[in-house]
């Protein structure tokens, strides 16, 4: 929701990224405020899947210009694990599996991890277990998914269910969601969807990262960025997403120069 | 290496050599001479031989220890650490020959379990069918010595139909210093029957000695065979092992072999899938440092059709040791439909470690699938990342995935204690600080 009172969590200005010499990013500006939530939508080789890596920290891509402020802190200057204890998550367009650890054993490690540089009480197996327990209810997830190792022989829908997990347990203030309906089916979808809104609130952001308006049929946002080659070359609310669903990308070429204008 | 050195190293070994008490099965005598023909006609391998082209065993001919003798002070609680709550049957060997004293044997009555020789005359045509059979010697030295100097062997025979739960332990204890010592194995496993065995190589000491082992087994019809094989010896020590497999129609042998210890170890796996429907799963784990080496070959032979086998193989290299991997597959003409897969995948941890990993398909028949890979590296930067995302510092990150690659091994072990035991072995030898 769009409060005037709310506070800045990510402000983004004239940020530039290039992988291997090649330059991806080229100048995105971008503010979210907290209770607000964000769609970035964008064809395939846009940047937008590369805008969220580089604001959670990944090392392949070289940041060559502008700022990115979070929580008042240079983002750019911290470390991805710094950044994440901060409160900045990632849900991955494809998490990654790590056969040989459970499910519940990585979950704890990363629960306990941010906790403990949060300065708060970590948790012993049994107690965690019982949190974890009661999370994973938001989602619908079945409780042998614990014992599982980490995304091993996961459906694309229980990976994705299993980074919104880990979003429900670090608490995030902002949460990026890489492509996150990829691969989801419909009844996926609508349990994923679910468990982000029921997860936002006034104090939290959420950045949408997505091709399609599917999504957006269930997670409704309260800006639509779209990006092409590197930039947000449009910015409107939740109607811009339908407008693109039904025109396709391609008519952003013909009117980007007159609702460009149109700024958060 | 010069060959006299070679030569008299075999030689001297051969000294110890007699044919032992008169009352022994005749059989049994013509084998040990059969043997005992074949060591003295064979060299030590060198690098030149194909076979061992990455391993160089020639330490091994400035050691020819003899045959150790046999041990009795040792008590039961200074062994009792190695126990496995599951096993309630447990043959227990001292540098190669049993103790009685030391073993543990319940479950007599449902299958015939013990030290070899006791069965000699009650189970004389059936080990007379079996043992030899599979471990060839022809043109294997190391096994025409473990048989020349046979003796002492945990025989495990389950009968038909029976299935024994709890896995059986057979703990193959070092506690002498330069002593060779020749444990031996044999499992039959009668149709439709089911059992679990942990083959365990420890040492009670850091010492310098040598294990020659052979272990052989043969599934009858639809039987199936859990087979647990950890190798966890002196790091001064050699282990050199050889283990034949015979799978009968439709019958399932798993394995999962870890090597651990030993100065140099090499471990032959042969399994022989002699009828239609046959299955395996063969995987292993080897975890080195300092200046091991450790090389596993295995040879997986389809003579049927419909037979499945699937290997996953794994090796995290330290500092400056060495592992070898060569895994060969055949497919014979008949085997059609054969469904077969094999990865290697090796992970080094220093700039010095060193890994040969070698995967070998014959393929024959027209008709299979047959899927194979091989991957040498370090950590993969995106996992790394992923876990830095979720607030594991790069070095926890790094700690975390190197065990799990491990650890997956680990986790197809059947048996709780000692999977918990090993996973902190593994989490021990895999966490920088």
Redesign the interface.
């Known amino acids: 929701m769009i409060d005037k009172n709310s506070t800045t969590i990510l402000s983004v200005q004239g940020l530039r990224a290039s992988i291997n010499g090649t330059e991806i990013l080229k100048g995105i500006d971008l503010t979210v405020k907290s209770g607000e939530i964000h769609a970035i939508m964008g064809l395939n080789g846009s940047g937008k899947s590369t805008f969220a890596k580089v604001l ?5 891509y070289e940041v060559t210009g502008g700022s990115v402020q979070f929580e008042g802190k240079n983002l750019l200057e911290l ?3 710094e ?3 901060a409160g900045l ?2 849900a ?1 367009q494809y ?2 599996e ?4 459970a499910n519940t054993q ?1 979950l704890r ?2 629960y306990n ?2 906790q403990a ?1 949060r300065g708060k009480e970590e948790l012993d197996p049994l107690e965690f277990d019982d949190f974890v327990r009661e999370k994973m209810k938001l989602l619908e997830m079945k409780p042998d998914f614990l014992e599982r ?1 980490v995304n091993e022989g996961f459906s694309g829908g229980e990976k994705k269910r299993n980074e919104i997990l ?1 979003m429900a347990l ?1 608490e995030p203030r902002l949460s990026i969601l890489d492509e996150t309906d990829s691969g989801l089916d419909i009844d996926a979808l609508k349990i994923v969807a679910n468990g982000v809104n029921q997860l936002a609130n006034k104090n939290n952001a959420t950045i949408l990262v997505t091709h399609y308006q599917r999504l957006l049929n269930y997670i409704v946002p309260d800006f639509v960025h779209v990006m092409q080659a590197g930039r947000i070359v449009m910015t409107g609310g939740k109607e811009l997403a339908l407008e693109l669903e039904t025109r396709g990308y391609d008519w952003i070429n013909t009117n980007k120069q007159s609702v460009a204008g149109v700024t958060a | 290496m010069s060959e006299i050195v070679n030569t008299d190293y075999l030689q001297c070994l051969l000294k110890s050599w007699s044919v032992k008490s008169a009352e022994s099965q005749s059989w049994l005598n013509q084998l040990r001479a059969q043997a005992i023909d074949r060591v003295s006609t064979q060299k030590l391998p060198t690098r030149r031989d194909e076979e061992w082209r990455f391993t160089d065993i020639s330490p091994l001919a400035r050691l020819p220890y003899q045959s150790s003798q046999p041990q009795y002070d040792l008590q039961l609680h200074d062994i009792e650490h190695l126990f496995l709550d599951e096993a309630k049957n447990r043959l227990v060997f001292i540098d190669g020959h049993y103790s009685p004293q030391l073993s543990t044997i319940t479950d007599d009555k449902a299958l015939v379990i013990g030290n070899l020789p006791e069965f000699l005359s009650a189970e004389g045509s059936i080990l007379q069918s079996h043992l030899g059979q599979y471990a060839q010697f022809d043109d294997n030295v190391f096994t025409a010595l473990n048989t020349a100097f046979l003796r002492d062997g945990a025989l495990i025979h389950v009968p038909k139909n029976i299935l024994i739960a709890e896995p059986i332990h057979l703990l193959f204890i070092a506690t002498q210093n330069e002593v060779t010592s020749y444990p031996r194995c044999l499992l039959i496993g009668e149709t439709g029957s089911q059992v679990t065995i942990i083959e365990d190589y420890v040492a009670l000491q850091q010492a310098a000695y040598i294990t020659n082992s052979v272990t052989e087994i043969s599934l009858a019809a639809s039987a199936h065979a859990s087979h647990i094989r950890i190798q966890r010896e002196s790091t001064q020590a050699f282990h050199l092992a050889n283990c034949a497999v015979s799978l009968a129609h439709a019958s399932n042998y798993q394995s999962v072999s870890i090597s651990l210890g030993s100065q140099i170890s090499r471990y032959n796996l042969d399994v022989r899938l002699t009828d239609e429907a046959a299955e395996c799963v063969i995987d292993g784990l080897t975890l080195i440092s300092d200046r091991q080496l450790a090389d596993t070959h295995t040879c997986i032979d389809h003579l049927k059709p419909n037979g499945t086998s699937h290997q996953q193989h794994k090796c995290i290299v330290d500092d400056a040791a060495h592992a070898v991997f060569n895994g060969k597959i055949i497919v014979r003409p008949h085997a059609q439909r054969t469904n077969s897969s094999q990865s290697s995948r090796n992970l080094l941890l220093s700039r010095a470690a060193q890994i040969d990993t070698k995967p070998q398909l014959e393929i024959f028949a027209d008709d299979v699938k047959c899927a194979h890979g091989a991957t040498v590296g370090q950590l993969d930067p995106e996992e790394i990342f992923y876990l830095e995302s979720r607030g594991l510092s790069e070095m926890a990150a790094r700690n975390l995935l190197t065990y799990a690659f491990g650890a997956e091994i680990i986790s197809r072990i059947p048996v709780t204690s000692l999977k918990r035991q090993l996973e902190q072995t593994v989490l021990n030898q895999t966490q920088s600080k």
Request: aromatic share 10%.
């Open positions: 959670a920290g990944h090392s392949a470390p991805p694990e950044r994440a204890r998550f990632l991955f998490p990654i790590i056969p040989g650890v990585f490690l990363a991890t941010v540089q190792s880990q670090l």
